[in-house]
DNA sequence: CGTGTTTGACCTGCGC
DNA sequence: GCGCAGGTCAAACACG
């Protein structure tokens, strides 16, 4: 029993990763989209896009109904009860415990009432003393609000484009690095406590590196949620991994790391200090900064132990992933790009402005992969497949190879000192 | 006038 | 306690 929950662990954290892996494709497609667009005006209609079919379920008459928080996938149902007044200091429901698969989510309610102001930390509470002493029940959310994401990406623009709504509300310079860091918070939601900090790499200044913080508390938009759900896709992997199978192997303090093969973008997750971080490589062209610290890298930890998988690349899995990606392509008339690290010298220059409907186009695509039932169907089969057949390897080398060059769309950033 | 950015001050944790 | 560094606040400002 208990092995077998192990193993199907970790085919979920498997399966989870290279849903991870799609998402990030997915985003990485938008974002070249956006790049092509680089007019601001197509970016303006986040809320209209993909108008067949998918406004009347999230976006009801424009009102933010906090109908839950995007999680990563798997059995997410929409539970749209409780209306919970959203007007401004509904502290009702804070990042609560998203259906985190874990071993032990059997706490269900943890939310008592104690109406102490820990839970919306962000709006102005300093009045009170903030940070109070806080049990071990809400170490889930805590660790989940700890938990970052980063990703880097080529990008000229001062930021990626992400669907999101962010105001600044910060910036300093960092300690190593000539470039600053500027600070972000969500705005598409009173309260909403996400964060994220975008720096640019000191090496090279044309890596962008987003760091998301948090999960999101209201709907988002199809375009946000490409990478809203990657990121927290990728933060609930690094938690889950970290929890389930780091009891012996990563120990928080000690500084692990780990490449995860089952995609081109690596996905580096380092449980090192203060905040466990998993980052997203989109850029294919790995600095050295990567691998200067290769203190323990050891390929996927939280996978189920050394069962013997027999490799079988008839797994039904790579052939959704990349019938997915031909889709994708073929719906933005883009393809991957399948080499670019010689152009990580001269980053490319941004295309002439097409259409703006490719952009609704690839918010609609996005939208029906993310809640396409064929690939929600898709997905289980592959699961099953997995779990029936017992050969869980997906070595599906997605080829992610593109960059992730944009413009700024809907605030303008001009405060980074680019040239220096 | 509402909204978002700028930017110096402020806060907090940490190491000495 | 002090200094530093990361992070946040908020008044002032810019912009539509
Ligand atoms: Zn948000």
Not at 322 to 331: E, G, H, I, R, V
Request: net charge neutral.
């Amino acid at each position: 029993m208990n092995a077998e929950n192990q193993k199907l662990r970790g085919m979920l954290n498997q399966v989870t990763n290279n849903y991870s892996s799609l998402q990030m494709h997915l985003v990485t497609l938008m974002q070249q989209q956006s790049q092509q667009n680089r007019g601001a005006e197509s970016l303006q209609e986040h809320g209209t896009v993909g108008g067949k079919s998918d406004e009347k379920k999230h976006e009801v008459a424009g009102a933010v109904v906090p109908r839950q928080f995007i999680d990563l996938g798997p059995t997410a149902t929409a539970d749209t009860d409780e209306p919970s007044q959203s007007s401004s200091e509904e502290r009702t429901r804070d990042l609560s415990g998203s259906p985190q698969n874990h071993q032990e989510n059997g706490k269900g309610a943890g939310r008592e009432e104690s109406p102490e102001s820990e839970t919306q930390g962000w709006v102005q509470n300093k009045a009170s003393k903030l940070s109070p002493p806080k049990t071990i029940d809400q170490s889930a959310e805590a660790t989940m609000r700890k938990a970052r994401v980063s990703v880097r990406a080529r990008s000229e623009a001062p930021m990626i484009t992400d669907g999101c709504q962010w105001r600044k509300y910060g910036q300093k310079m960092a300690k190593g690095n000539p470039c600053p860091r500027a600070y972000y918070r969500c705005t598409m939601a009173v309260g909403c406590p996400v964060r994220k900090q975008v720096q640019r790499c000191a090496e090279d200044r044309t890596i962008l590196i987003t760091t998301y913080e948090g999960t999101h508390n209201h709907p988002l938009p199809p375009a946000a949620m490409a990478m809203a759900s990657t990121t927290s896709a990728a933060a609930n992997m690094l938690l889950s991994g970290s929890m389930s199978s780091a009891d012996g192997l990563m120990n928080p303090n000690f500084l692990a790391r780990t490449i995860l093969p089952c995609s081109s973008n690596m996905a580096t997750i380092s449980a090192s200090a203060p905040f466990p971080t998993v980052t997203l490589d989109l850029t294919h062209t790995p600095s050295p900064l990567q691998f200067q610290r290769p203190t323990s890298q050891f390929p996927v930890p939280f996978a189920a132990p050394a069962q013997s998988f027999p490799s079988a690349q008839t797994s039904p899995l790579p052939q959704v992933f990349s019938q997915a990606l031909y889709n994708q392509s073929k719906f933005s008339g883009l393809q991957l790009s399948q080499d670019m690290e010689s152009a990580h010298q001269a980053p490319p220059i941004l295309q002439q402005p097409q259409p703006a409907s490719l952009a609704d186009t690839v918010s609609a695509a996005t939208a029906a992969i993310t809640a396409d039932p064929n690939f929600t169907a898709a997905l289980a089969a592959a699961i099953t497949s997995i779990i029936g057949g017992g050969s869980a390897h997906p070595n599906t080398t997605i080829n992610s190879t593109a960059n992730a060059t944009n413009s700024s769309n809907t605030n303008k950033i001009s405060s980074f000192p680019t040239g220096n």
